[in-house]
């Protein structure tokens, strides 16, 4: 087992350069570097800095280096000294803006997982077996319906809604009250209250898709020939269908993590936005419209690496509920 | 035990063999089932599947209103007309009351009256059924150039006066009509599903298939590169390429580079079907029997692998284009997508884009919402459609 | 219909007029009807019938396990013993009342042992919960019960196996597995759908004697459901044989096979008779110059040594220094069971999969040998062209989206040979020369059945004028009464365009009545080779010996079974 998971993390090793590749192409993309920017920048306030200022800023981030050794001066920062760059936006390192956000995100994220998981697995287990019924019907369409709407449509509405009908105002992640109240069971409630909406809306879309999963794999599972056996033992209907097909398609529904994850993380990301909440979505697009790229990319990587541990996560899941894997 | 056509047995010329079970089901066989091809079959089971159906045609209609936008719109895509800021939807009438208590056959919106909100000091539009409006189809108003090329002022709907003003679906901030941009939207959003899709299938089908058929150490780094791609999350990865696009390009441009971008990170799925298809494909006894009569790569590729894919490609990229569709709208609508003049379903949402707007004028949200709803929906459903039938072979 | 077994045996299950019907798109199919027999303590019934005949949906009728759209349309299915009698047709599928007597008074065998266990659990759980259910006894009682079941079924350290997973044993193991199961509660009928079907036939010889074991020890009335009439006559007391969901001839074994009444039975029994020995139709092979000289074939499986994997992997040795030479006109047998490498043999020779050692040399009719071996992918297309393969599964090898008639014309399309009219009188006379209807060529494959299928697939490779034929388990796939036909259009074929035959079956009959020499292979070696009558009456080498004694012989008058013997290890 242990030798199983060392190879798992063994391999995500390339994965993961591909993915700070990628991170810090996108932080290349804008035209002009961060150079630009902050010279634009303190154009702007009035200032000029002379062309040895320049040339010293230059050199001293490696801006006239070729690229692989800019990413290794970004990568080792990063991997070294968790030197994530430096935020021209709000004139601070990188790293004590993210962390903050990205706690919350992930704290979200965790919580609609369970959300969703917790409803999709009943009902897709409930939709196999029934199939065809009228519940099942119903099911096929809502599920239907949750993944034809776009998240950030999702979060209008509800947040139209709840506006309209329960007088709620669900911006931010607390009433203003509360802002910057110590915590208390009233915090608490409001927190609940301002959070109900982000994580239903984060969860629609991957409780559905998950939904349709779980009945398609136990579907195929309750035809069987060990789903006979078990009933020529005699055992229960609900039982034999527990212990053995739904344990086993329970695999394939565990292993989904590798796609809920960076749907879910894609799905926070936007509905932050809509909903204004503190998370990494509004900063991220604050970073990129204003091109503060290394913030931009921090996040990037950081959301990339968060659904590669899920990945691991589910992987080792996998690992120790099916032998087959474990085993061979 | 289905009738399916694997059952579909003539035994007529072996009355030797001794009678299979098969035999049993031959009454539903009919002689054309024998010579029918794979598309007649799926044709077959495609048409029974009654959501499916009702889907494309769905489908079609969308497409239809994207082609013909100048002329089903009533107004142009950018005619403003600022005092009429938010004015609701009009609804339509087909009959009017005559002054004597009957019914006369008039279509007709209801006309505005303006009411002073005292406490906010705003104008708002209240929709005024004593005001009647005469609305017609194919009526003449404003001139337009039917794809840039054929010059028409005839509407398929809008005022029988082109002197009125008719907002079906409401107007926004500056008095554009919701109605017409929502049908020239159309035009961009259903083509970005297409043209994205596109590029995905090509991308997808070589990376794929190349991956597929040599596998090795192509195939290892081809999958190494989806994995990555895969494993990313969409949303912030296309933000920071669609951020990157200069402001000052023009929108032609900006359109096929969010195209692109959408379509550069949906492939990474059909690759990994299209990969897993060819690896099924190669070990297939019929491909093995194809190679050893002498068929050379290109020919077991094209001649026997590609038809079996085919159907089940169809399939891959309907399901494919809901996905671009809602990609195109969520960069959109959060501002690093399309941009105005550009008018998408995205950008359109961006009018309804905090909760004043929506509270002022919830047809901002609701008609453009429902335009990408139902376009996703039956493109889902016709994907599922057409997914069932790819295999006629299938028992 | 019931017969009446003249036997003292207490009658245990007695089924009336069963029917099973199932409800289609378009109509029902009636899958079984007007069903009867009864099954004796201690005795063997045999359900005998080719594929859909009804003999499985009948099998699972007596536990109520048939699934929707399928339901038991009448008649009744009386288990006696243990109180009072119960009519099961007449219980609910999913009440109480079956719910006691499946897995406690009616234990059950399936087809698939992969499939039939579940993949997840443990053997020692999938057995421990029947005797938790039904016997209510604790954990550590259960546990040594089964420990206890699995000894009795002889499977070796049942200690350690216990907590073995079933993809961790062999096929055989898990059957063994599933029958430790199915006796855990010591049930009064076992009905077994065909138990041994997916085995070879010397695991097939060891499961069959320790069912018949437990059978005598347990005092059970077993219901064994087979196609296979030389199962049939080494185990059954009595036989029913079904076709077309009725039974239409039953009695004492020895009377079926000795004394048959039914046109049908009869015609089963010739086909599978006909099987026994050497075809009328087979003429002594003249010629002497080899076609096909094979030196050291082999093939080498080289594991990737993968990076941090805990189990260090053993090479494979697939095709093991095989020897032989075809000659010209004659047919040559390997026989051999699961993983003796004899279908990589074939495709060795073709090149399909490349060896790794050894030569191949073709004779071609003019000109000089050819080391095949050598040949660059022009030259290889050349000799493909010569030497064609027949395919076992008359499904996956035809292209469902072309027509007969194109499947038939490609290789001579690709190959230049013909076009347009010619094109098309070839295809005719090809499937006239195959026993096809040439009007038929406009058909797609899905309208033939599965030995017409084989007819078109035989036609493909005849297109090219081959001078010799590897068939890879070319009638396997083919229920016992075509087998025959196919074999016999296969000979006809040979003496009509001087074909060579290299036919890889691991189906001794049938290598019997087509061959004229055979070779025994056995974990990638040819352990024997000899004239076909020698092999199958007088071998030589033991494992040769084990396998023929093991092969079940269709006459319950001569059970060649019983008298097998056995190879240690």
């Known amino acids: 087992m242990l030798g199983f998971i060392l190879k798992r993390v063994l391999y995500m090793i390339p994965t993961l350069f591909g993915m700070s590749l990628v991170s810090f192409f996108i932080i290349q993309l804008p035209p002009g570097d961060f150079l630009t920017s902050l010279i634009s920048a303190i154009a702007d306030s009035g200032q000029s800095l002379d062309s040895a200022t320049v040339a010293a800023l230059t050199a001293q981030y490696g801006l006239d280096q070729p690229f692989y050794v800019q990413y290794w001066n970004w990568i080792s920062g990063i991997l070294f000294r968790g030197d994530f760059g430096w935020s021209f936006d709000w004139g601070q390192p990188v790293s004590r803006l993210i962390w903050d956000r990205m706690g919350i995100t992930l704290f979200v994220s965790v919580l609609s997982l369970i959300l969703i998981w917790a409803v999709a697995l009943p009902i897709g287990i409930y939709s196999a077996v029934k199939r065809y019924s009228i519940g099942d019907h119903i099911f096929t369409l809502l599920g239907f319906i949750g993944l034809a709407i776009p998240t950030f ?40 209250l301002h959070l109900w909406i982000p994580i239903v809306v984060i969860a629609t879309n991957s409780t559905a898709a998950l939904i349709r999963v779980m009945r398609a794999n136990l579907s195929d599972e309750l035809n069987k020939p060990y789903v006979v056996t078990a009933r020529a033992k005699g055992l229960k209907e609900f039982t034999l269908i527990m212990r053995y097909p739904v344990r086993i398609a329970l695999n394939p529904f565990i292993s989904t993590i590798g796609w809920v994850l960076p749907a879910l993380i894609s799905g926070v990301t936007i509905t932050a936005i809509v909903l204004n909440l503190p998370m990494a979505g509004p900063l991220l697009l604050r970073a990129l419209v204003s091109q503060d790229m290394y913030l931009a990319g921090a996040f990037i990587l950081l959301m990339s690496v968060l659904t590669l541990v899920g990945m691991l996560i589910s992987d080792i899941l996998l690992a120790v509920l099916d032998p087959r894997i474990r085993l061979q | 035990m289905s009738l399916e056509p694997d059952n579909l047995v003539t035994d007529t010329d072996h009355a030797t063999e001794l009678p299979l079970d098969e035999t049993q089901f031959v009454a539903t066989a009919g002689a054309s089932a024998a010579v029918a091809g794979q598309w007649t079959l799926m044709l077959w089971k495609f048409r029974r599947q009654k959501v499916a159906m009702a889907s494309l045609v769905v489908v079609l209609l969308l497409y239809l209103v994207a082609i013909l936008a100048e002329f089903l719109a009533p107004y142009d895509v950018d005619m403003t007309r600022p005092q009429y800021t938010y004015a609701p939807p009009q609804g339509i009438s087909l009959f009017v009351t005559t002054p004597d208590g009957g019914w006369r056959f008039l279509p007709h919106a209801s006309g505005y009256k303006i009411v002073v909100d005292q406490e906010a000091m705003r104008r708002t539009f209240v929709v005024d059924p004593e005001q009647i409006i005469p609305i017609g189809l194919f009526v003449t108003g404003q001139s337009y150039k039917l794809w840039g090329l054929f010059e028409s002022n005839l509407h398929f709907i809008g005022p029988t006066n082109p002197a009125d003003t008719v907002y079906l679906l409401g107007s926004d901030r500056i008095g554009r009509d919701v109605f017409s941009r929502l049908i020239y939207g159309t035009r961009i959003s259903m083509s970005i599903g297409l043209v994205g899709v596109v590029i995905s299938l090509a991308l997808g089908v070589f990376l794929g298939g190349i991956s597929g058929y040599y596998g090795g150490a192509v195939d290892t780094a081809i999958q190494r590169l989806v994995e990555v791609v895969s494993a990313m999350p969409t949303i912030p990865l296309w933000m920071g390429l669609a951020a990157a696009i200069p402001l000052t390009w023009p929108s032609g441009l900006v359109y096929f580079t969010v195209t692109a971008i959408v379509s550069l990170l949906g492939w990474t799925s059909l690759a990994r079907e299209v990969r897993g298809r060819f690896f099924a494909l190669r070990e297939e006894d019929f491909v093995t029997a194809a190679r050893l009569d002498g068929s050379s790569e290109m020919r077991l590729i094209f001649r026997h692998m590609l038809p079996s894919i085919t159907s089940h ?57 429902l335009a990408v709803m139902v376009s996703v929906l039956s493109f889902n459903f016709l994907g599922d459609g057409l997914r069932d039938a790819a295999d006629p072979y299938d028992n | 219909m019931t017969t009446d077994i003249p036997a003292t045996a207490p009658t245990v299950l007695e089924v009336r007029n069963l029917a099973v019907e199932f409800a289609l798109r378009g109509g029902t199919f009636t899958a079984a009807r007007d069903v009867g027999f009864k099954l004796q303590a201690g005795r063997t019934l045999c359900l005998v019938g080719e594929s859909g005949s009804g003999k499985s949906v009948t099998a699972r009728a007596m536990m109520q396990l048939i699934d929707a759209p399928g339901r038991i349309a009448g008649g009744t299915i009386m288990l006696s013993g243990e109180g009072a009698p119960v009519d099961i047709a007449t219980l609910n599928p999913r009440g109480d009342a079956i719910r006691a007597i499946r897995g406690r008074r009616i234990g059950m065998i399936f087809q698939e042992p992969m499939s039939s266990l579940s993949p997840v659990h443990t053997i020692g759980a999938q057995i421990v919960e029947v005797l938790r259910l039904h016997l209510k006894m604790d954990r550590q009682q259960a546990r040594a019960r089964t420990i206890e079941l699995l000894r009795q079924v002889e499977i070796p350290d049942p200690e350690r196996n216990i907590d073995r997973y079933t993809f961790e044993f062999s096929g055989g193991m898990r059957q063994r597995a599933m029958i430790a199961m199915a006796l855990a509660c010591n049930p009064q009928v076992l009905i077994a759908d065909e138990p041994t079907t997916a085995l070879d036939v010397t695991t097939q010889a060891e499961v069959l004697d320790l069912i018949s074991r437990m059978q005598r020890e347990l005092g059970m009335a077993t219901l064994l459901i087979t196609h296979d009439m030389g199962v049939v006559a080494e185990v059954a007391d009595d036989v029913a044989v079904m076709y077309r969901g009725r039974i239409v001839e039953a009695g004492p074994v020895d009377e079926v096979f000795h004394g048959a009444r039914h046109p049908y039975t009869k015609r089963l029994l010739n086909s599978v008779l006909k099987l026994e020995r050497t075809s009328e139709l087979k003429q002594a092979s003249t010629a002497a110059d080899p076609i096909l000289s094979v030196r050291d074939l082999g093939k080498l499986y080289q594991p990737r040594q993968g990076f941090l994997s805990r189990r260090p992997k053993t090479e494979v040795r697939a095709v093991d220094g095989v020897s032989f030479d075809l000659m010209a006109g004659e047919s040559l047998g390997i026989v051999g069971e699961s993983g003796s490498g004899k279908t990589t043999l074939g495709r060795l020779i073709l090149r399909i999969v490349e060896p790794t050692e050894g030569t191949v040399t073709f004779r071609p009719a003019t000109g000089a040998p050819i080391d095949v071996r050598a040949l660059d ?9 010569q030497v064609r393969l027949i395919f076992q599964d008359p499904f996956a090898s035809l292209n469902p989206r072309m027509t007969v008639r194109q499947i038939i014309a490609d290789p001579l399309v690709v190959n230049h040979i013909a076009s347009g009219a010619s094109l098309d009188a070839r295809v005719s006379e090809l499937l006239s020369m195959v026993g096809l209807d040439p009007a038929m060529m406009e058909r797609y494959p899905h309208a033939f059945s599965g030995g017409q299928r084989q007819r078109i697939g035989i036609a493909r490779a005849l297109a090219l004028n081959p001078r010799v034929l590897i068939a890879d388990e070319a009638t396997s796939a083919l229920d016992v009464s075509i087998r025959s036909q196919m074999l016999d259009l296969l000979l006809e074929l040979q003496q009509r365009l001087g074909l060579s035959f290299l036919f890889i079956s691991h189906d001794i009959g049938v290598v019997r ?15 024997e080779l000899g004239p076909a009558e020698t092999i199958c009456t007088a071998p030589e080498h033991p494992y040769t010996k084990a396998l023929i004694s093991a092969v079940p012989h269709p006459d319950p008058r001569q059970k060649r079974m019983r008298t097998r013997t056995r190879l240690d290890a």
């Open chain 2, 313 to 369: 490609l169809l399939a891959m990229v309907t399901l494919a284009v809901p996905a671009m569709i809602i990609a195109e709208t969520s960069l959109s609508f959060l501002g690093i997508g399309l941009k105005p003049p550009v008018v998408s379903w995205g950008v359109l949402l961006q009018d309804a884009q905090n909760l004043r707007a929506i509270a002022n004028a919830p047809w901002l949200l609701f008609w453009p919402a």
């Open chain 3, 377 to 385: 992918k022009r030259g290889l297309r050349g000799f493909h062209q």
């Open chain 1, 153 to 192: 449509i999702m979060a209008l509405v509800l947040m139209y809604v709840s506006y309209k009908f329960l007088g709620q105002n669900v911006g931010g992640l607390f009433s203003p009250e509360y802002q910057d109240a110590p915590w208390s069971l009233g915090k608490l409630w409001d927190l609940c």
């Open chain 3, 513 to 527: 009545y087509f061959c004229d020499r055979v070779a025994v292979m056995r974990r990638g070696k040819i352990v």
